[in-house]
């Protein structure tokens, strides 16, 4: 694992039987099994053929293998922000991902711009934070108001949730690549997944080993 | 004034010269004379014809004939709301704006979202308003804002400050259009005279004689 | 309600189960409900489990514990416009959302740009309203022609109608601002809802309670 | 002239000391020479060396060996709209160019969309026309309005004029291409030369000689 | 008819029962009858209750009332050509309304810029043509190339077929605005009723008599 | 600094005069003054008031009252990559402002994908870096290659350099979204500054000790 | 075969009957008959009238006839790599086409950019390669690093694959545009048979013998 | 020069310092030395440090040390065509490019879609080339045509003439990428460098011998 997150299989595009196959390659070597946009009927048929692997119905993942957190090799907390129903798959996969990479993982789901008394409820989890990734929809404005009342880095997750002018998550997206905040940084439309592993490996204490063991050639 | 707004002049496609000959013309009528869009350079080119002009250098507009607001006909105060520095030629444009249409109007310049502190400071102007125009660039994201904390009408205007992805206004101006807060209305890029033309139609007590009067064919 | 908008369901993206747990909430606490987007399957299933909930097909809302509008708290009427037969849900998205929040609606639905007899027929109406929505789709040029002829406030509604160039709404959205008629406001493509929200906060005559009688923290 | 349509320069990629090369064949055959897109410095350089060119300062444009119309060869009148002083330039281009192929050309620069009684005033220009070119900026929707109250063929040419979101001419482009009213028939942005010589081949009475005469071979 | 154009249905975004209660309406008046974009199953359901109106498969419009063309009111044939399979149903749409407004249309389906022997094989009908619609997908290459070898007015009509880059027609309709053949005229992408309202509008030698007998008050 | 980031002014949309006067208040406090994005020639009129203020030419930036780093607060050392010449003045900004807010930083700036030999050369400082800044423009694919050799956090940085379809950045910034690299995290086109801020936090030690040392009201 | 490329069938817009049609007049003259872009299900429609046609799942391709490659008329072979699984069907339609066309060819399917091992693997395939194709969706960056090490022409391929902001492929394909290698040649997205067709132009040893027989008159 | 194609310097983005201090380095050791995108004004600065520099005008390029061809390692003749006076300083690129790599070159600048006879009157030179560059822009459809006369492979390079709807190139480039001939392969918006170096890897017979030689590590 040179560069710290193992190998996980993107399940848009591929059949069942395709993940099945991948699947079992990673179980007989009981090694970490994660797969993200698997929807509930696909996952149904995966799980016939491989029972012992678990479906997240919010995440849309699938996991196995998922090991303990270790809090001697983490910062802290990885705290999980978005503002409502339609944001929550995307949060979750994060929430899963960051799990799996072995980080504790915090979440507050209920969180909107235009009622910030929500938000600022939830100050004394965000200044415990190690990590704050924001998740939002429509206008993206929840990373701005976020960024501005901690000192942690953030991680801003446009979704495509809205209708009209949201454009499938751009005009979040282009909302938060321009904030007036400093320091926010941004990942793909719907990447949960993507933040996740941009906050884990901000919040790992020591590097890989086999990274710092051998010079690691390419 | 069939529809209650004067005409006004659009000074940007226009030369000096040009506009020195519509200004002769409401001048001799002593009607209220207006132009946006004009900068300092041919400003000083339009009043050397016509001295009695005035230049407002931040708004960069051009006046004249204008005549003090009368409080009975209108229903309060339009509060104008931007960032910082670099939206402030738009605000002026909104505030000259709406007192040439007859309405008392107060301004503050510096609540940025990043720092929501200096926009609470504001709460007792923004309850005792009646309308509100907020100005805001970048991301756009303080007119969501302000409409949650007040319940009279909202005109959002996306600057064209930002580089990048700001795409000259229209990252803010998507997310304005996107925004969570219900009821927010947007005008057009950099259009802080459409913005007075609105809080001003909302701001009207009675409606313009000439309507109420007679029938008014086209 | 400290914004004067009480809280709507946005359907789209909920499952029957997640609105018909909501609207329990709302249905115990005799509560106004009010949700958008909902289509008519959907909406079955959630009258299944809450039958005092009406439909309104049309509008595609539902809604229950509508009260009847207080004409003393109001400035006036407001006046719906569209087009012609595709336009109409979203002009009914708006009455019925205008409706809930306690304003007197009236609504012409014939009223094209290329047959302008249609809306010169409405003139008295149109000199009559408090506010006028103007809803249109495709090149989105009724709303210039309308506030061209009145003298009240005039927010637009770009609709999705169309094909190939018209983007879903974009052309209209684009057309209504860059409207030579100048005050126009304008919300999102579809955004009956929003619509109303923002012409229902302009015809309030006095501002919700709650703000008049408290500082009202945030 | 195979296609009826002379050889015009396209000036505005040319240096003056390119066109006057071509220029020079064009006066020494004594034919028809037209140039678009020329800036008043370029025409300057360039009628040094030829005086006999003249220069059209509003539309731009060079011209030499301009001939008198003949009606015998055309229908009628070719009738160019637009809405103002922006307009003028692109209107004036559709003129020239109109005139050189032959045509009579009457104009009316004042009939904005938001006014609509300027635009009625021409209705016996209107029904008179042969062919209308309407030019318009910003939101477009002059063309769809004059459509409906005439039954000849329509050209609608969108200009580059206004700000933020007219996107140089797109809005208005797209604005045309919706066009409530069927019929509309639409060119490039800005381009004046190119409606004139559709509108051109329309009113031209009989086909150019040149393809009567031969089978003409490519 | 003020427009000379009667009024078309627009059937994309109505339901059967909606487009069997409009045609009834003409029904009775034995007025012509025509409506667009109409797939077969609801041509089915509509024909079920009008047993009278007749469904152009290809083209996907319905029909009843239609008129014998009289060729002593045109100029001449209105000649319509496009490249292949793909293109026809937007070809057949411009020919059925052609017809239907009174102009004899002649048609040829097989044109394509890579192989243009099959183009010019057509010369003939080409110069015999009083106007040429050009329909064309992909690139939009067509039109140049066919406004090059003829001199009567020409339409071209983008088509959305191809995949990826065509972006659903717009890389053919940004070719046939941006033609290096001067005087081409463009409609919306698959706007074969439009193409051949204008195409009519050109064709039609006399107006309608309605605009001539009177002053046509709008 | 409740953040942990200093006031940072932007310079572009500010005259010389308007950042003198902020500048004085920043040095009468002896307090850190960073400002981007500011032109040689402006640079020179503001040294001329402010002779303690310095030029960075290569960053564009001004600054006064720099402190030297202090390892005891940061886990480690900021490494910064670009592929050439013309993407240096980004890496500088995000140098300068890395530096500013306390971190030490190593650069290289000679590492281009097409030629992997110049990256992988400097493996060794990639494998010690705490957090990697890859500033890339074109394409942008160097983030994703130097994601795929490290285990620390990548931040990516797209510029504005390029031709035709890099779109003045675009394409940087979504090949750089898009990455196949998981965890790489994006900041606006050719925003240096918020890429620092970004990597600042993740390599600061102690959180900043006014949020430590109170419950920091809003 | 004027242009030494055999007239294939776009499939995507094409019945299951007409193709069947098409096929009928292929196989009578016993002629390569190839279509693209044929789902499974159609595929088995037209088999059963056809059966003596294959159907290449994998490249969703119909064949008959198909020759045996003559290695004395073409340079070399042509060498596809792709990244995984989810590109597969583009470079499977670049495969068969290409076979079909007389090209040896050899693929590998395993090379992304962010494991660079994988690639690196193939040095001797990619040096024996006489032209290479590189398929990629996401961000495109594969074709860049094999240019960097190859001196044979390199096709590059942008696929449709990814989410959000990879925008059905146009992200890949301005990636390939602007690659910092020079040199690279980019085909539509998802367009695996113009890929094959400008590779085997580029194999082909000697011109089709039409074109060096004759002077082949257009 | 493991990929065939020494190190090009992109003038763009560097200044005349900045240029003068690289071709030093390149002259010392006599090696080729070729720079795109300058400018007069930049040439002249350079030339006055580096004399034995030659500059291209239509070009915009810099060289020194250019070699004659030598026809034993090339398969024949590189065609470069484009169709008029704006597209020829792209057109001289890729021929100062081409001949910079080896090639022996010819070209036709005079070949426009409209007037196609100009095209057909150099059937002799296409049928004859090795490789051809066609280079347009507008609408871009030359290379199709060409690439239906002809065996050989043909690059199509789109570039930024034109106005309005042709987006800086955009147009073309979208044109050339969905053209309906088979095997267009297609660069950047004005990137004539990049297609000579497609071209001129197809037209080289024999790879580099640092290739063929050793096993190139990387
Ligand atoms: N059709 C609609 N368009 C825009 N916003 C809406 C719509 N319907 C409801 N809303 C708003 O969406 C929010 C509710 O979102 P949610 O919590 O996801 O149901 C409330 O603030 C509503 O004011
Ligand atoms: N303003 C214009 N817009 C579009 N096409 C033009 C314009 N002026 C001239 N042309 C056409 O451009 C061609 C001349 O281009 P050129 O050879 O570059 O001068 C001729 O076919 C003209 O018909
Ligand atoms: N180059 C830059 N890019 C993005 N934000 C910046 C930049 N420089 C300064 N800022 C931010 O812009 C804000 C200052 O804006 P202003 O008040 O207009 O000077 C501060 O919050 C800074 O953090
Ligand atoms: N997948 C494809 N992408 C692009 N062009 C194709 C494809 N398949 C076939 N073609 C081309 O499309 C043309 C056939 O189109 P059609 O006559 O509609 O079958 C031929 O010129 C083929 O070379
Ligand atoms: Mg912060
Ligand atoms: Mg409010
Ligand atoms: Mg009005
Ligand atoms: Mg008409
Ligand atoms: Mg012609
Ligand atoms: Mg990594
Ligand atoms: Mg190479
Ligand atoms: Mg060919």
Chains 1, 2, 3, 4, 5, 6, 7, 8 share one sequence.
Do not use: W
Not at 177 to 193: H, K, Q, R, T, Y
Request: charged share 15%; with cysteine.
């Amino acid at each position: 694992l040179r560069t710290g997150i193992p190998e996980v299989i993107y399940g848009e595009s591929k059949s069942a039987a395709q993940i099945v196959a991948i699947a079992k390659t990673f179980l007989q070597q009981q090694a970490l099994f994660l797969a993200t946009r698997i929807d509930p009927e696909k996952a149904n048929h995966i799980r016939k053929s491989c029972p012992e692997i678990t479906y997240h119905t919010r995440a849309r993942m699938l996991s196995c293998n998922l090991q303990e957190p270790d809090p001697t090799r983490v910062h802290g907390n990885i705290l999980i922000l978005c503002a409502g129903t339609s944001d929550i798959p995307v949060a979750e996969e994060a929430k899963i991902t960051a799990q799996a990479l072995g980080n504790p993982v915090s979440t507050h789901y209920d969180a909107g711009v235009a009622g910030l008394h929500r938000l600022f409820s939830q100050q004394e989890a965000i200044t415990a934070a190690s990590v704050i990734i924001v998740v939002a929809g429509m206008e993206g404005a929840l990373p701005s108001v976020v960024s501005g009342i901690c000192s942690c880095p953030v991680v801003a997750v446009p979704t495509s949730i809205g209708y009209g002018t949201s454009f499938g998550g751009i005009t979040a997206l282009l909302g938060m690549l321009n904030s007036c905040a400093p320091g926010l940084a941004v990942v793909n439309i719907d990447n949960g997944f993507g933040a996740a592993c941009h906050a884990s490996a901000i919040n790992r204490k020591n590097r890989p080993e086999s990274l710092q063991d051998s010079g690691s050639t390419v």
